[in-house]
């Protein structure tokens, strides 16, 4: 086996080191095999040892490199998407809310008030009214889905 790089160019000790960063970057549910015991039994190395490479700063900063590549894969954001999607469509409000919200399609309004003065400058009559003004804009919005 040879030994590879990880992203800051320090060497990984060997092959194994990247195989495990494989099945860590593994959603669980598809792990094989399921466990980390059984995983470490597969390679040959006790759990402990497995728990050891986690620590080395070279197998964290590969790790941390592949996490962060594969989250912001547009493959997997499109699959998540499309998973909020259908709950969305099958009645979860909560899945249409956040289907909207990341999909750009569910801003707040935004309410401008330019009064020419300062604050500072206004009334306490003033003020009252324009908070007055700004509730009762807010109570006449529609609810978030």
Do not use: C
């Not at 399921?34 to 390679?43: H, I, K, N, P």
């Amino acid at each position: 086996m040879g030994t590879h790089q990880g992203a800051d160019n320090t060497p990984l000790v060997d092959i194994r080191h990247e195989q495990y960063i494989d099945w860590l970057v593994t959603p669980s549910s598809e792990r094989l095999p399921r466990t980390q015991g059984e995983f470490a039994r597969q390679l040959g190395v006790d759990p402990t040892t497995l728990r050891r490479w986690e620590k080395k700063p070279a197998f964290r900063s590969e790790w941390d490199r592949r996490v962060t590549e594969i989250q912001g894969s547009p493959d997997r954001t499109q699959k998540l998407l499309d998973s909020l999607y259908d709950k969305a469509l099958g009645g979860d409000n909560k899945a249409a809310q956040l289907y909207l919200q990341a999909t750009n399609r569910l801003l707040p309004p935004t309410t401008v008030i330019n009064t020419g003065s300062k604050a500072a400058e206004l009334s306490d009559e003033e003020l009252d009214a324009l908070i007055l003004n700004i509730a009762e804009h807010k109570s006449k919005r529609p609810k978030a889905v």
